[in-house]
């Protein structure tokens, strides 16, 4: 039987704690102590990863791994505070996560997306949700940002397109799209290829989206289609993998859309540091 969020999109019964029953005892244990220590200190953080999914979705995954959402003035404040209660900490990626370790355990520490476009800003706690995890009482990343952030993901070893869609299906009647319009930005051909795929995806839900979305964004495809071309010999695949655009950007000489000075989040040394890093793990 399918489960369906309520009016503030947490889902009611029991799969609401289902994300959390594969745990072993220890591992909740922890998880617990770093909630509870970040929340006496009162360091503001948000919830996300598997907790946050399922809750909107409905869907369990049994992650090895706790997702803390916080933003990037907070960071140092976060680590130390988790130091500080026994875990070993580092700045993973200093544009977007940190890590801490305590045995086999850890918590990602998230301040950005990957691509670094997808930053944790206000509005990611003005519009959280609250709800409650390992039997705390915590706030969870909205949806919309949830949504804005997995957009991005496609790789060839991890791609969130059936997240975006499943989340689309169970919360696009109480998404905020205006907001979500925003977050995306210039960005809004990544939208729309989502809402395409939603709707093959889910002939019966496709309405869920508003009407004005599609007919804005089609819009904007539309007009593209007469604008004058585009001078700037620009990859942007970059931003939604970093890996398989590789060749454009080394060998068929393609500027990188991740880069500042191509209108991108990053800096060159946050680039490198990032694509060594998919280089080892491919």
Same mark, same amino acid.
């Given at each position: 039987m399918?489960?369906?969020?309520?009016?503030q999109?947490?889902?009611?019964?029991?799969?609401?704690?289902?994300?959390?029953?594969?745990?072993?005892?220890?591992?909740?244990?922890?998880?617990?102590?770093?909630?509870?220590a970040?929340?006496?200190v009162?360091?503001?953080?948000?919830?996300?990863?598997?907790?946050?999914?399922?809750?909107? &979705?409905?869907?369990?995954?049994?992650?090895?791994d706790?997702?803390?959402?916080?933003?990037?003035?907070?960071?140092?404040?976060?680590?130390? &505070?988790?130091?500080?209660?026994?875990? &070993?900490?580092?700045?993973?990626?200093?544009? $977007?996560?940190?890590?801490? /370790?305590?045995?086999?355990?850890?918590?990602d520490?998230?301040?950005?997306?990957?691509?670094?476009?997808?930053?944790?800003?206000?509005d990611?706690?003005?519009?959280?949700?609250?709800?409650?995890?390992?039997?705390?009482?915590?706030?969870?990343?909205?949806?919309?940002?949830?949504?804005?952030?997995?957009?991005?993901?496609?790789? =060839?070893?991890?791609?969130d397109?059936?997240?975006?869609?499943?989340?689309l =299906?169970? &919360?696009?009647?109480d998404?905020?799209? =205006?907001?979500?319009? =925003?977050?995306?930005?210039?960005?809004?051909?990544?939208?729309?290829?989502?809402?395409?795929l939603?709707?093959y995806?889910?002939p019966?839900?496709?309405?869920?989206?508003?009407?004005?979305?599609?007919?804005?964004?089609?819009?904007?495809?539309?007009a593209?289609?007469? *604008?004058p071309?585009? *001078?700037?010999?620009?990859?942007?695949?970059s931003?939604?993998?970093?890996?398989?655009?590789?060749?454009?950007?080394?060998? $068929?000489? /393609?500027?990188?859309?991740?880069?500042?000075?191509?209108?991108?989040p990053?800096?060159?040394d946050?680039?490198?540091? $990032?694509?060594?890093?998919?280089?080892?793990?491919?």
């Open positions: 399918c489960t369906r969020p309520d009016a999109g947490r889902l009611a019964g029991p799969h609401a704690e289902r994300a959390e029953e594969g745990l072993p005892p220890e591992t909740a244990a922890f998880y617990r102590r770093m909630i509870e970040l929340q006496s009162d360091v503001p953080f948000l919830v996300g990863g598997a907790y946050a999914f399922a809750r909107y &979705t409905g869907i369990e995954r049994h992650t090895k706790f997702d803390v959402f916080v933003r990037a003035e907070d960071v140092n404040r976060v680590m130390a &505070t988790l130091a500080g209660a026994g875990c &070993t900490t580092e700045l993973t990626f200093p544009h $977007w996560l940190g890590k801490a /370790y305590q045995g086999s355990d850890f918590i520490v998230i301040f950005r997306s990957a691509n670094g476009l997808a930053a944790v800003d206000e990611w706690f003005v519009h959280a949700v609250q709800d409650e995890v390992l039997g705390l009482p915590v706030r969870l990343i909205p949806r919309e940002e949830m949504l804005w952030s997995k957009a991005f993901v496609m790789e =060839r070893e991890r791609y397109g059936a997240d975006v869609n499943h989340l =299906r169970a &919360t696009a009647a998404v905020d799209w =205006r907001r979500v319009l =925003r977050r995306f930005g210039e960005h809004w051909r990544v939208l729309l290829s989502h809402l395409v939603f709707g995806v889910y019966a839900e496709a309405r869920k989206v508003p009407r004005w979305v599609m007919q804005d964004l089609l819009g904007r495809a539309g593209d289609l007469d *604008a071309a585009v *001078a700037e010999y620009v990859c942007r695949g931003l939604i993998s970093g890996s398989q655009y590789l060749i454009d950007i080394e060998e $068929w000489g /393609y500027r990188d859309g991740r880069l500042r000075s191509n209108g991108g990053m800096t060159g946050e680039v490198r540091e $990032w694509t060594e890093t998919l280089d080892q793990d491919g």
